[in-house]
């Protein structure tokens, strides 16, 4: 007994050192991009940093610009914009794609469909972006002039504060809901056959199965989505500096971080800003969290 128990024990240490090898290059990675960024922008958040000049500290001078800077709560609105615009769009529209094309019963025509859409996704975003911007300008994309040729006028596409908005929401539609659309696809192919067979039995409707059925028990894939999407267009960038050529209108938060940094060369009070950003995602994923229980289920699994 006393050799069978020595075995096992030597296993299990064998088991966790084995364990510790395959975590190691992705904690490696952890630590040297994201928690020692981290830790460093804390520290810089009283400092005065210029990346030319040596860091100088100057206490809680950053937090008191802040609190002065008249572009903070534009940005942060701008920000928020973004978000009730954009995840109903990756959240809402990206699902009802993904449950159309899993209705699809030829497989072939699923595939096709499904690369499809998936396919604007791998494509870099600084090309797409700035193809985007020439399709869509007020005198010279080809989109106004298909409107000018209905003998319609221009759309202000780029230029009025409401159109650019759906400008680069049409984008980020067409550009990235291919992901959230696979995370549901994938999804909806996990949920045992069995759920749906009993309903059909039941006499269940298409309507009743989707709402009764499918949605409770594609639920962890819904809050894994809300709360990626979320995190994305907290953080969004691109959109409204390629496509927008840094319009203050559309300037968001993420933006905002960028130009104080590398522009104004301002590092400290990005790193103010960079810390708040942080604290509004980790915030809200954490109200997420605690409230999941309410509704997602786990119960098939």
């Not at 020692?36 to 210029?50: D, E, H, Q, R, S």
């Not at 928020?80 to 497989?107: D, E, M, Q």
């Not at 499918?214 to 819904?222: A, E, Q, R």
């Amino acid at each position: 007994m006393k050799e069978k128990a020595a075995y096992f024990t030597r296993r299990q240490h064998q088991n966790n050192r084995d364990g510790i090898l395959f975590l190691l290059p992705a904690l490696i990675s952890y630590t040297l991009f994201i928690a020692a960024p981290i830790i460093m922008a804390l520290g810089l958040v009283f400092l005065n940093y210029n990346l030319v000049s040596p860091p100088k500290f100057i206490g809680f001078n950053n937090i008191k610009r802040l609190l002065i800077d008249s572009q903070f709560t534009q940005v942060l609105g701008n920000t928020l914009k973004f978000f009730f615009i954009l995840t109903p769009i990756h959240c809402i529209l990206a699902l009802g794609f993904a449950y159309a094309v899993y209705s699809i019963r030829v497989s072939r025509v699923r595939s096709v469909i499904r690369n499809i859409i998936y396919f604007p996704t791998i494509v870099t975003t600084a090309s797409v972006a700035y193809v985007w911007r020439y399709m869509f300008g007020t005198d010279t994309g080809f989109i106004n002039y298909y409107i000018r040729s209905l003998g319609f006028n221009n759309i202000p596409w780029m230029t009025d504060p409401a159109m650019i908005y759906v400008t680069i929401a049409l984008f980020s539609m067409w550009k990235f809901i291919g992901t959230t659309f696979l995370y549901y696809f994938v999804g909806l192919q996990n949920i045992p056959s069995t759920y749906h067979e009993a309903a059909i039995i039941d006499g269940a409707g298409k309507f009743q199965t989707f709402f009764r059925i499918t949605l409770p028990l594609l639920s962890p894939t819904i809050f894994f989505v809300f709360v990626t999407n979320m995190i994305g267009v907290f953080q969004i960038f691109n959109e409204p500096f390629l496509i927008a050529s840094n319009n203050p209108v559309v300037r968001t938060l993420a933006l905002h971080i960028y130009l104080n940094a590398f522009d104004n060369m301002r590092i400290g009070y990005a790193s103010v800003l960079a810390v708040i950003m942080l604290a509004i995602i980790l915030t809200i994923t954490a109200i997420q969290f605690s409230v999941q229980k309410r509704w997602v289920n786990y119960d098939y699994e």
